[in-house]
């Protein structure tokens, strides 16, 4: 799995991805999870994909602020 932001590099999570309503059971897992929040420490940006290599792609909408 690979994670790809607009311009690539460092996704900062804020206070509001680590509240009551947003982090449950699964969301919580993911938090703990080394591996998958190193993706978040050096993304892709979309420049950088070979779309073909990838059987699925799950666009994600939102606000991202980097670093």
């Known amino acids: 799995m690979d994670i ?3 311009t690539g590099g460092k996704i900062l999570l804020d ?3 680590r509240g009551f309503i947003v982090l449950d059971k699964a ?3 993911r ?5 998958f929040m190193t993706l978040l420490e050096d ?3 979309i420049s950088e994909v070979e ?6 792609v799950y666009p994600q909408r939102g606000i991202s602020r980097q670093a």
Not at 31 to 35: A, E, F, K, P, V
């Open 43 to 45: 993304t892709l940006s």
């Open 31 to 35: 938090h703990q999870d080394l591996g």
């Open 27 to 29: 969301t919580k897992k």
């Open 51 to 56: 779309w073909s290599d990838y059987d699925i």
């Open 15 to 17: 206070g509001r991805c």
């Open 4 to 6: 790809v932001s607009s």
